[in-house]
Structure formats: structure tokens, C-alpha cells
């Protein structure tokens, strides 16, 4: 059986997969039903799981690829809980934009492990730098 930190590296690479292909049920089981997810840094939705899995199922469709890399993951387990803190890196294709887009910076999650494993009750981006920003 895998250990704690592999268990939770698993659990950011199906949160990258779950975005990427945009399958929003399985963006749902990354996080508990209560989760708090936080993307303002990079003018997106902050709310529950279930409001930002809608928000992102209702304008994330228009765009045409992403490719979320998270890489460098630091985990703090304490008991049934970590605190855990990746670097992420995310080309994408914007519509509109002729040019590919790229963003980085930092995941916070906090996790709690669950019956089901390590799940994310909370999640805030900390979106550092953007390469040709979506306009307007």
C-alpha cells in the first residue's frame, strides 16, 4: 500500500486529470462535500466544491486545452490531517487568443484523510505570474 505522500500526489495529479479533462464528478471527489476552494488570485470563483465545480463545468468548456503540471509537493501529515503546499505550472490554449497562455504559482490544500482516502477540504491558488492573460 502506497504511503501518505504518495497517496496524496496521486490525489493532485487526479485533480490536474479531473481539469484537464474537464470530468467535473471526478473534480468532486478530490475534495470532502464541504470543501472551500479559493481561485481569486486568478480572477475566478471562490466558493463550496459544488459551486466552483459548476462555475468551472459552465466556462471552462470554451476552452480548448489545458495542461496543468504540479510539481514540487510538500506535505505536512500530522495524524489524519496534512497541510500541503505544490508549485503548478499550466500552459493552456484561451479562446480568442492566438497566442498559447501560461500560468504558475502555488496550490494550499489543506487535507483530511477520509474512508475513501486523502481528500482536499480546502484549496486556495496562488496564482504568482500569467503569460497572455485573458482579456476583458
Known sequence: MPG????????LY???RAVDTKDWEL???VFTDDAHIDY????????SRDEV????AGGFGAIPWTM????????????????VRAMFYNPMQLPGMPEQSCCGGYYHHQLVRTADGW????LREDNVWFVNPPTG
Do not use: F, K
Request: hydrophobic fraction near 35%.
Open 4 to 11: 501518505d505522500r504518495q497517496q496524496i500526489a496521486a490525489l
Open 14 to 16: 487526479r485533480y490536474a
Open 27 to 29: 473534480y468532486r471527489s
Open 40 to 47: 481569486s488570485s486568478a480572477g475566478a470563483a471562490v466558493g
Open 53 to 56: 465545480a459548476d462555475w468551472l
Open 68 to 83: 496543468h503540471y504540479i510539481t514540487n509537493i510538500e506535505a505536512d501529515v500530522d495524524g489524519d490531517t496534512a497541510t
Open 119 to 122: 481528500r482536499s477540504r480546502s
